[in-house]
């Protein structure tokens, strides 16, 4: 018997449409793979999208050099598991120029090593549709994006210039030296992402589960201390707490929380009762409260 | 929602696997409540975390209109640039949740983009929640929502009468609002209307019973929502899908992806593939989950077929017995959705289910006036116009009426030059069966025509403002052509203007008719076999990019003319410039009229540099070493 779809089902449907669309009508695509729940769930239904193939793009992942390197070798183990190849761009300049969270702030760090270094990325490689893991119920202004995102040859966002997405006729066209960024997540919520994962059985990175980590408290935001570089006030002594992560991202940028969640059900029902949104453990977006609006225009993912 | 225990997570979880969504629409004029309301909606379903409580909060001190307490309408509204203006511009997705149902929330404004932004809201969603303010009433632009929602797809409405604690809670007002509404909804076809008096504001039925309104009987609004049964049952149509892409992984592999548009599919079906009408059966249901037994409406499934048949990417996969009509010239509704206006004409792509296919807009029938309903003569949809049109594609799809199947029967026109998606429109119904109209094929034909010619033929299109010197060139040239033993031909548009296309002005749409026409002529001409020279001014790309598709490539030469305007304006030959300063003639080219230069002409004469003679020896140059002079059927 065939039975309606389910709230879960209608949004994997909905998302292999749109990574189907994009292959057949974009000539050269790539998923940026950030590595988070959200990249996992992304990749998850690209795989379904093309089965039996293999999903008909590379993963591109835009190492700042500062993130988690539970992280880095979670990336690495998925790509060689999948068969997927997967494209590390570093922007060599910012790292010549020692560009860096601590001495250049969070703003500079986050612009030339992670949106500069995307655009770089996208020009080198002549990419003309991206599929990123954004939702719309992230942040107020994301609940405008298109599914389908339309940037300049600057790669520039123009909030004017977006085209209308009716029914489910998405139009990936461009021209050349133009792009597309595609969001197959748009209609997720934080919390069917983590119901997928849960039923689909997905591997996330580990930080993702409560475990002691070694923390240093600033701002108010717990920072771990993933490895040597990290500078230290005198009276700055890393402590080890029982802690996990809602969203990955650079280390000295992602806040830690105190928590007992070390499987998936405990994670969720944590989440159910949060007492925070879970953007409010990136540093960047405390700046201001239409500060991402400005990044997206910029290019910031 | 309360936090389960931890053991009933999993119940929990198995609870959340069952529950469905509802996707609505939202939409009201500037002050109506429509955020207010949203942003209640959120914030009962307590899944408004607190932090974004805690924003909020400074956020109302800051720019609310509410004084200390919460405006909910800052909820909802995102853009930096929309929030100081004190609007919303765009559609906005919100999400929501509660024990029963899941919701997605597609928040459309009321201001003059309304009819862009509605139709791009009611195409993704289930249900529309109308917003009246109970002071004002049914307004005009209930009306145009209204009709907007329910022409691209939408069955269920819920009229939200707002502001009731502006109006003393009276019965009678509410009453009133209603009668009204369901008088004019009669109009519209089978909408099913649920009507709630309420307050945004006060909270008053929109999730919790209001206690100032005893008489009202009915649900609270998230009640309804939670529990209204929408939509059509697609899954009793028969089988349709789309073609998305052809999975090809292997040579022993070959399926078709895509989604079902409607109906139900097993293997051993006997299937129909259009509009080819190749026949086969489906032999496999393959998805990452394993082969399926069964696959229906919305599933994204990859289907192998039993017979190695021809199918790709735009045909539609369909039940053997009972599949969908093709065509290629349909008759449309159509959104016109761009800042520069749809004359007849033009050519765009059409897009519909994967399909990607060139069009042109026959035959504007009439527009139509969203607040009044009243259908009106038009030449040309400006944005936000809706009206109903003929199309003619470049080839023949398969299709469904809209009302039968919003998948099959729905497109959107892309310009061909921006990329830019400028129309939407609902297929009605096809103009013919394209099937039974034969092409006839003539035993002469253009090859033959030329080779006893001993010439290829060509279009040699000269673009230029009036005064530019294309009459010149064209005279010259065709001179050249005939000492040449060519066949040539001019058509010239002042002789042109006066037989032929005697019955056309020079507004926008009048050009774009005039242009199309001597596109069609000179491609009889070439058909003929003849060199056909056209000095038109042609003033737009998108009229010379038809004429170009027209063509076979290779045989459309654009010649850019170019002299700057103030040289033409000072030569005035025909005293025209004198007398359209003078305001005596209106849309003149270069004056009040706009002029595209060619952006990648095959030739570019700059008649400030070079003589006529010299520009008929770079003509003449050009058309040698494309190989246009020597003998050759083409
Ligand atoms: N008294 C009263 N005022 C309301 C009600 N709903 C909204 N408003 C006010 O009407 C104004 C416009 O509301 P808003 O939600 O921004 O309208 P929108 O333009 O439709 O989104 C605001 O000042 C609201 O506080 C209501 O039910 N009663």
Not at chain 1, 84 to 98: R, S
Not at chain 1, 112 to 125: E, G, H, N, P, S
Not at chain 2, 489 to 506: I, K, S
Request: charged share 25%; with cysteine; hydrophobic share 40%.
């Amino acid at each position: 018997m065939f039975k309606p779809l389910t709230h879960l089902q209608r949004l994997e449907a909905e998302s292999i449409f749109i990574l189907r669309e994009v292959v057949a009508e974009c000539e050269k695509p790539v998923m940026l793979y950030s590595i988070g729940k959200d990249s996992a769930v992304m990749l998850h239904l690209a795989r379904k999208a093309f089965h039996p193939a293999r999903p008909p793009f590379p993963l591109l992942h835009v190492d700042t050099t500062w993130k988690f390197r539970e992280m880095i070798e979670f990336r690495d183990n998925i790509a060689r598991e999948l068969g997927m190849d997967l494209i590390v761009h570093i922007n060599q300049e910012g790292v010549a120029q020692g560009v860096n969270p601590f001495s250049h702030g969070s703003q500079v760090h986050t612009d030339v090593m992670k949106t500069q270094a995307l655009k770089q990325a996208l020009d080198r490689y002549g990419f003309d549709a991206a599929f990123g893991g954004a939702r719309r119920d992230e942040e107020k202004s994301r609940a405008k994006e298109r599914v389908f995102s339309f940037r300049s040859a600057q790669h520039r966002w123009d909030p004017k210039n977006q085209r209308p997405e009716l029914w489910r006729l998405y139009n990936g066209r461009v021209r050349k030296g133009e792009s597309i960024r595609v969001f197959p997540l748009s209609n997720w919520t934080e919390l069917d992402i983590w119901q997928y994962i849960y039923q689909e059985n997905l591997p996330i990175v580990p930080l993702y589960y409560a475990k002691e980590r070694p923390v240093v408290e600033r701002n108010g935001m717990l920072i771990m201390v993933d490895d040597d570089r990290m500078p230290l006030a005198p009276d700055e002594k890393p402590q080890m707490r029982r802690v996990r992560f809602r969203t990955l991202g650079c280390y000295p940028l992602t806040g830690a929380i105190e928590s007992d969640a070390s499987d998936l059900p405990s994670i969720i029902e944590e989440m159910l009762v949060a007492r925070t949104s879970e953007r409010q453990g990136r540093a960047i977006d405390h700046d201001a409260s239409a500060s991402m609006e400005k990044k997206k225009q910029e290019g910031y993912f | 929602m309360a936090a389960p225990a931890p053991r009933a997570l999993e119940r929990y979880l198995a609870e959340q696997a069952t529950k469905t969504t509802l996707r609505f629409l939202t939409c009201g004029s500037v002050d109506d409540g429509k955020s207010t309301l949203i942003g209640r909606l959120l914030y009962d379903s307590k899944l408004i975390f607190e932090d974004q409580l805690a924003t909020l909060q400074a956020d109302s001190r800051r720019l609310g209109t509410q004084g200390e307490n919460i405006d909910f309408a800052l909820l909802v509204d995102g853009l930096a640039a929309e929030r100081e203006q004190g609007i919303t511009i765009d559609v906005a997705y919100r999400f929501f949740a509660t024990d029963r149902r899941k919701f997605v929330v597609a928040d459309c404004p009321g201001h003059e983009q309304y009819t862009r932004n509605m139709a791009t809201g009611a195409s993704n969603a289930d249900l529309a929640v109308i917003l009246i303010d109970a002071r004002k009433g049914v307004l005009t632009q209930t009306r145009r929502h209204s009709y907007i929602a329910s022409l691209f797809g939408i069955h269920d409405v819920v009229l939200a009468v707002n502001k009731m604690d502006l109006v003393g809670y009276d019965q009678a007002v509410f009453d009133g609002i209603v009668t009204d509404y369901r008088r004019f909804a009669e109009g519209l076809g089978a909408l099913r209307i649920t009507a709630v008096p309420m307050s945004a504001l006060q909270g008053d039925n929109v999730s919790t019973r209001s206690d100032a309104m005893p008489w009202y009987q009915g649900p609270t609004l998230l009640e309804h929502l939670e529990t209204v049964q929408v939509g059509r049952d697609l899954a009793e149509q028969p089988f349709r899908m789309a073609v998305q892409w052809v999975n090809r992984p292997n040579l022993d592999f070959r399926g078709f992806a895509g989604t079902v548009a409607s109906g139900r599919v097993r293997p051993g079906d006997a299937v129909q593939v259009l509009p080819s009408g190749r026949r086969s059966a489906v032999s496999r249901i393959v998805t990452f989950d394993g082969d399926l037994e069964v696959a229906g409406p919305g599933q994204a499934v990859t289907l192998v077929l039993a017979d190695e048949i021809d199918v790709s990417r735009g045909d539609v996969i369909a039940a053997g017995q009972q599949p969908p009509p093709t065509s290629d010239q349909l008759a449309v509704h159509l959104l016109w959705m761009s800042e520069a206006p749809m004359y007849p004409g033009r050519q765009y792509y059409l897009k519909s289910g994967a399909n990607l296919v060139p069009c042109v807009v026959t035959d504007l029938k009439h527009a139509v006036n969203v607040n009044t309903l009243e259908t009106l003569p038009a030449k040309s949809l400006d944005l936000n116009e809706i009206g109903v049109a003929n199309i003619s594609l470049s080839a023949r799809i398969a299709f469904e009426p809209f009302a039968a199947n919003a998948d099959l029967g729905s497109f959107i026109l892309i310009d061909r030059q921006s990329n830019a998606t400028v129309g939407a429109g609902l297929f009605d119904f096809s103009l013919r069966r394209a099937d039974n109209i034969v092409w006839q094929a003539l035993s002469v034909d253009k090859a033959h025509r030329a080779a006893i010619k001993h010439q290829r033929p060509a279009v040699i299109w000269m673009t230029g403002l009036s005064g530019s010197g294309k009459s010149t060139i064209a005279n010259l040239l065709e001179s050249r052509l005939h000492d040449l033993n060519r066949h040539t031909y001019t058509l010239d548009g002042d002789n042109v203007r006066h037989g032929l296309n005697r019955d056309l002005g020079f507004t926008a749409a009048d050009r774009v008719e005039n242009i199309r026409r001597v596109g069609e002529t000179a491609k009889l001409m070439v058909d003929a076999g003849l060199i056909t020279i056209v000095s038109f001014i042609s003033p737009f790309r998108s009229e010379r990019r038809m004429v170009r598709d027209l063509l076979a490539p290779g045989e459309f030469i654009e010649v850019f003319v170019d002299t700057p305007l103030e040289v033409c304006e000072q030569r005035d030959p025909k005293g025209l410039y004198r007398r359209a300063r003078a305001g005596e003639i209106q849309n003149f080219t270069g004056i009040d009229s706009e002029y595209q230069a060619p952006e990648a002409p095959e030739l570019h004469i700059r008649t400030t540099d070079v003589s006529p003679e010299q520009a008929v020896e770079q003509l003449l140059g050009y058309l040698e070493q494309r190989g246009l002079l020597q003998a050759g059927g083409g």
